[in-house]
């Protein structure tokens, strides 16, 4: 019994949909079955263009993520061992922290069009600043002791970066990769859902304009899933590479 | 601030007619700030993000705290939370558009949804990690339950909860944003995308200039109240 009890509140949740679907009182279109949207997944795989729609999106938040993941290690690092280029930088990346990059959309698609380039270039710019500033914040607090005991033993600055810097980054480096990658998929799904003729969130907004609920929920479905690989994924990579520090996996 | 600059002494060498230079854009901004349009959009835009942010951060931060101090609700809900968690919550808009209607209500929930989910792990870990001594020792000077929690469990906690605010608020400020732009008949995100069918580049420049102020007045607000509250834990976030 004990070890069930992470499913109730799961199971219960799911039977009160199927309750609601079948109670007859709200329209399929309101709350179509978990039957309907099941047979709308398996479906979906079947139609010609299923797995060009996946890798439509994928490939936008794969390449504004890769770009922003190597621009925003490489400006953290040096912001982390340079106070000149930290203190002329770190104002404009805490400054406009908070301010929604979304906003820059409209403007992004005069500039790189309507196609992949807009939407890799927002997601690039979404992504850049958790990397950048959980980097920062890493490449800045090595403990001092390391660097000064490496000098000792006769490194140069590129051993002491390779061997010191790098290894005691690489866990924040990877904080904020974790919560750079959902970001990349909200906004890809995002801005497919404003203007796009592909992707998966293209599909859900064309499914909700044909009323079909039912398959909306299951691109709906098909996304949950690619977003929960995504960071079960990055979280083995990052048990991998770090091995000597587990993250702590109560749950996450 | 050298960026803007380069930006306005690029400007006067000519650019396409979608880039304004920074000293058009404050002039734009300031003719706006004299029209009662700008205030409306303003107004309706934060009528959806404010109730939206304190649903979803208060739920959150109560899930959370009660997670993490009680351990058979921690195995019922969290379960639930961890798996949700990397799923990008504004694919529920279209859905809870069917449910809610197509008005203010769907996008202060989605705007509560997706605010809630860091609020909550935050708490979460931040009850979770209250060192066991101090509970052990608040318990032995004869604190009650209450007191514990007041005294020892939410102090700890506060710290990671503000981090958990501060992403909600990023949140549901661009939440609020993609649920104007994607449908509303008002606010900033809608102005947005009315300048852009119209081709009024200053317009939108006024739109996107009004939201970054706002978003860096709340993350300032949220600072201030941060160094308030916790004045043992110094200015730096």
Known sequence: MKRLRPLILILVALAAWEVAARSGRWSKIVFPSLEAIGKEFIGFFSRADAWEQIWTSLYRAFGGFGLAAAAGVLLG?????????????????????????????????????????????????ECLYPIVIMTYHGAKSVNPVWLWSAQNMGAGRWQ????????????????????????????????????????????????LSSLRTDRMLAVVVIIAIIGYLLDKGLVLARNRLIYWEKLDTYYV | ????????????????????????????????????ELYIDAGASLMRAIPGFVIGTVLGVALGL???IWKSFDEMLSPLVFLSYPVPKIVMLPVFMLWFGIGDLSKVLIIALACFYPSFINAFYG???????????????????????????????????FAGMRVSLALSFIV????????????LGYLIRQAENGLRFDLMYVALLAIAILGYAGDRLLRYSREKLLPWEGGHA
Do not use: C
Not at chain 2, 13 to 33: E, K, N, Q, T
Not at chain 2, 138 to 149: V, Y
Not at chain 2, 176 to 187: C, D, K, L, W, Y
């Open chain 1, 77 to 125: 690092m040096i912001m982390g061992r340079s106070k000149l280029v930290a203190e002329m930088l770190d104002p404009l990346f805490s400054g406009t922290y908070a301010v929604p990059k979304l906003a820059l959309f409209p403007i992004f698609i005069f500039v790189f069009g309507i196609g992949s380039l807009s939407k890799v270039a927002l997601i690039f710019l």
């Open chain 1, 160 to 207: 002491i970066l390779r061997r010191v810097v790098i290894p005691a980054t690489t866990p924040y480096i990877f904080a904020g990769f974790r919560v750079a990658v959902p970001v990349a998929m909200i906004v890809v799904v995002i801005t497919e859902m404003i203007s796009s003729a592909d992707g998966l969130g293209y599909l859900v907004i064309y499914s």
């Open chain 2, 1 to 36: 601030m050298a960026l803007l600059v380069v930006w306005q002494l690029a400007s006067l060498r000519g650019l396409p007619d979608y880039v304004l230079s920074p000293i058009d854009i404050g002039r734009h901004f300031i003719a706006a700030l004299g029209t009662s």
């Open chain 2, 66 to 68: 009660a997670a993490g």
């Open chain 2, 127 to 161: 009850a979770r990690a209250t060192p066991r001594i101090l509970v052990w020792s608040a318990r032995n000077m004869g604190a009650s339950q209450a007191q514990i929690f007041g005294r020892v469990v939410l102090p700890g906690a506060l710290p990671l909860i």
């Open chain 2, 176 to 187: 609020m944003f993609a649920t104007e732009m994607i449908n509303a008949r008002s606010g």
